[in-house]
């Protein structure tokens, strides 16, 4: 079965550390998702993409994050510099724009910043 | 304003009983879709069921079905015959048109924590 591919699966860093996160999405899917999983906020929508084209990128904070898709095959989520309250699972998605095919997720990266 | 809602956080059911976990959304739009995932302790996100809202028939995935009642605005996932590993986290997910043609992104609510009891 196709899957979306995160790494790292885990990341412990120290505060002020960039951290860097990748994303292969499924091939074919044109569209991805960033999300933010948390105890507190549970699911947030941080970006997307469509045809690599940044749409949506409202639920991010622009000082410090930012996401990428260098090519159709990539997609990265940067933190710099970290801070304790990014520390969450974030979760990539892939998935068609023009379906109602669901979104497929990535198993996630479990960020701690110390 | 919140778009769906989950409010039950947590459910208990007996290992074979069937169960439902609740889901409400709100939408003015008349073209939407409405996902279940579910989240094990593991952590990953799986798809467990797709509704439409111009679909006239509930949905079905083996042990998992919708009930679909677009008046109410609601999408209760039904389990039937729970199993030990059925307990979970479960999310209710709204995906609305976009703007820009396609479709947007899926809102999600809160979740429900299933406990399956032997």
């Known amino acids: 079965d196709a899957r979306v591919t995160q790494t790292p699966r885990h990341k412990v860093t120290e505060m002020g550390q960039e951290v860097t996160m990748r994303c292969q999405p499924i091939?074919?899917?044109?569209?991805v998702f960033w999300y933010r999983q948390t105890m507190m906020q549970g699911l947030e929508l941080l970006a997307y993409?469509?045809?690599?084209?940044?749409?949506?990128d409202s639920g991010m904070p622009k000082d410090r994050f930012s996401a990428e898709m260098p090519d159709a095959t990539l997609a990265t989520l940067k933190i710099q510099p970290s801070e304790p309250r990014d520390s969450a699972v974030y979760f990539c998605?892939?998935?068609?724009?023009?379906?109602?095919?669901?979104?497929?997720f990535g198993d996630g990266t479990r960020l701690s910043i110390l | 304003a919140q778009k769906i809602t989950q409010t039950q956080p947590g459910m208990f059911v007996q290992e074979k009983e069937a169960v439902t976990l609740d889901c409400t959304y709100d939408t003015s739009d008349q073209s939407y879709g409405l996902f279940w995932y579910k989240q094990p302790s593991s952590g990953e996100m799986i798809f467990l069921i797709y509704?439409?809202?111009?679909?006239?028939q509930n949905a079905t995935e083996g042990r998992y079905s919708l009930n679909f009642q677009k008046a109410r605005k609601s999408a209760n996932l039904v389990i039937s015959a729970s199993q030990l590993g059925d307990s979970a986290m479960y999310f209710c997910?709204?995906?609305?048109?976009?703007?820009?043609?396609?479709?947007?992104?899926?809102?999600f609510g809160a979740g429900t924590r299933l406990a399956v009891h032997p």
């Open positions: 509704q439409g809202s111009y679909d006239e």
């Open positions: 997910a709204m995906r609305e048109p976009s703007p820009s043609g396609g479709y947007n992104k899926l809102i």
């Open positions: 993409f469509r045809n690599r084209a940044p749409l949506d």
């Open positions: 091939l074919g899917h044109n569209t």
């Open positions: 998605a892939s998935g068609l724009a023009h379906s109602n095919q669901p979104q497929h």
